[in-house]
Nanobody
Framework: QVQLVESGGGLVQAGDSLRLSCVAS????????VGWFRQAPGKERAFVAH????????NYADSVKGRFTISRDNAKNTVYLQMNSLKSDDSASYYC?????????????????WGQGTQVTVSS
């Protein structure tokens, strides 16, 4: 069993930056792909970014490409999401997910473990 805890959310202004962290329990975390997703009120949970188990490959939603960067430090069992040039449309609860078993890294159903989320609010 893997537990994921997100942190780093908050209230910021448009154009500001935030760095989210996803800390995992268990040594097997370093063998898992990890995804970041977000969910705004009244909307479905949507893919944001994905990183392979060794950090060798990353993928992003078009809406965040060039502004967000996903990275990981397996020695710390932590995955990060650096978010720059934030917009009001980025406001949502952000979730990390681990152990991708499905082929589609952008699919919510592909992941086994989920954190509780951290709230990001961007004021315009």
């Amino acid at each position: 069993q893997v537990q994921l805890v997100e942190s780093g959310g908050g209230l910021v202004q448009a154009g500001d930056s935030l760095r989210l962290s996803c800390v995992a329990s268990g040594h097997v975390f370093k063998t898992y792909d990890v995804g970041w997703f977000r969910q705004a009120p009244g909307k479905e949970r949507a893919f944001v970014a994905h990183i392979t188990w060794n950090g060798g490959s990353t993928n992003y939603a078009d809406s965040v490409k060039g502004r967000f960067t996903i990275s990981r430090d397996n020695a710390k069992n932590t995955v990060y999401l650096q978010m720059n040039s934030l917009k009001s449309d980025d406001s949502a609860s952000y979730y990390c997910a681990a152990q991708r078993l499905g082929a589609d890294y952008s699919d919510v159903q592909a992941y086994t473990y989920w954190g509780q989320g951290t709230q990001v609010t961007v004021s315009s």
